[in-house]
């Protein structure tokens, strides 16, 4: 089954406790990215990576870390989380180009409930 | 300033009803907009896609219309169900790829029977 997993769905850490979540996809495909949504805001992008070892920030990367050193591996990393932090993140993948270079349809995972005590 | 805006925010619609979401954007060039639906605490699911030449496209109970001249989207939900509670949210891809995407903030929509 084509699908993007996120790991762990729910994590409550304390403010300064390093953590990674997970993000894998199962579609080949080249375009995977992070998101943080918070009530009244909305999606918002915090990095991208449009192929390996390709990565670029989005609208708010601060307090943030990814790599992307396999196809099908996107892991978010926070290397000393603050509570403003909080937040539900998703991880997203797609083909990157159609024939005029837009965006194909985002496969999103299910999300990660992160709490920051 | 967001350059995909959508109205209203949030509604309440009666199991049964009709309803008429509004997407408008300034993403140029223009190359592509969807709208993903994205139940309560799970992450959104594409219902329709078109480009530049499409003004209209349906998937079932929804149909989503296109003005690219006016730059406005429409998602129409038909015979409203429970189900249909969720946030929907229009997304817009530039032309020329690089990561140009402009995300809305999401209509909520919740049906009660």
């Known amino acids: 089954e084509a699908q993007v997993t996120q790991n762990p769905r729910y994590l409550i850490t304390v403010t300064g406790k390093k953590l990674t979540v997970t993000c894998s996809q199962n579609m080949n495909h080249e375009y995977m990215s992070w998101y943080r949504q918070d009530p009244g805001l909305g999606l918002r992008q915090i990095y991208y990576?449009?192929?390996?070892?390709?990565?670029d920030k989005g609208d708010v990367p601060e307090g943030y870390k990814v790599s992307r050193k396999e196809k099908r591996n996107f892991p978010l990393i926070l290397e000393s989380p603050s509570p403003n932090q909080t937040s539900l993140y998703f991880c997203a993948s797609s083909l990157i180009y159609r024939f005029d270079g837009g965006h194909e349809t985002q496969y999103f995972g299910p999300g990660t409930r992160l709490l920051v005590l | 300033k967001n350059q995909v805006e959508q109205s209203p925010q949030s509604l309440i619609i009666l199991e049964g009803k009709n309803c008429t979401l509004q997407?408008?954007?300034?993403?140029?060039?223009?190359?592509?907009l969807r709208w993903y639906k994205q139940d309560t605490g799970r992450g959104p699911v594409s219902l329709t896609i078109?480009?530049?030449?499409?003004n209209t496209k349906s998937n079932g109970r929804y149909t989503a219309t296109l003005d690219a001249d006016t730059k406005q989207s429409s998602l129409h939900i038909t015979a409203s169900q429970l189900s249909d509670s969720a946030s929907y949210i229009c997304v817009v891809s530039a032309l020329g790829g690089n990561n140009r995407l402009a995300f809305g903030k999401g209509n909520q929509v919740v049906v009660i029977p």
């Open positions: 997407c408008n954007y300034t993403v140029s060039p223009f190359s592509n």
């Open positions: 078109m480009t530049f030449s499409e």
């Open positions: 990576s449009m192929n390996v070892e390709v990565t």
